[in-house]
């Protein structure tokens, strides 16, 4: 464990963005399969219903049938919300992964100031204010195995 100061922060906040980055990327996973289940879901609907092919053979526009349909998989993707929450976690896990480069390398440098972790560390901070947060379960689901991976990837020795 390192000292108290700037050290210890940027090596407090490597944890917890990588963490973060993690679970958001496992979130926005999952609201990808949700998505792409919908999708399909719409697709099968438009097609038992008749509206993606109708008269074809006839004098139907094909223009005229993509176009409608294409406008009513926009209406879902808007309505549903699921695509501006799997942009969110996108955009969270983005921001984690840079904060983890960034003060994983802060945290070993011996000169690193409070001025200089503090920006770093209020960018993570707002970010996880402006994200949808990561349901509880996902994060005890994952906690042990993401533990290991950590202390892992980051050279960290724990004695028991």
Not at 16 to 42: C, D, H, Q, R, W
Not at 52 to 63: G, H, K, M, P, T
Not at 105 to 121: G, N
Request: aromatic letters at 6%; hydrophobic letters at 45%.
């Amino acid at each position: 464990i390192l000292p108290t100061g700037p050290n210890r922060l940027a090596d407090i906040v490597t944890g917890s963005a990588y963490f973060t980055e993690y679970l958001t990327g496992k979130m926005a996973s999952k609201l990808m399969v949700i998505l792409g289940l919908s999708v399909l879901l719409l697709v099968g609907i438009l097609y038992m219903t008749g509206s993606l092919f109708v008269n074809l053979r006839e004098d139907a526009s094909v223009i005229s049938i993509v176009t409608k349909s294409v406008a009513t998989l926009i209406a879902l993707l808007v309505s549903s919300d699921i695509f501006l929450l799997w942009k969110k976690y996108q955009d969270l896990k983005a921001t984690a992964n840079n904060t983890v480069s960034r003060c994983s390398k802060m945290r070993k440098d011996p000169s690193v100031t409070a001025q200089e972790i503090l920006p770093v560390v209020e960018d993570y901070n707002i970010a996880l204010l402006k994200s949808p947060p990561v349901p509880g379960n996902l994060y005890a689901q994952h906690k042990e195995a993401l533990n290991e991976a950590y202390r892992t990837s980051h050279g960290i020795i724990i004695s028991r």
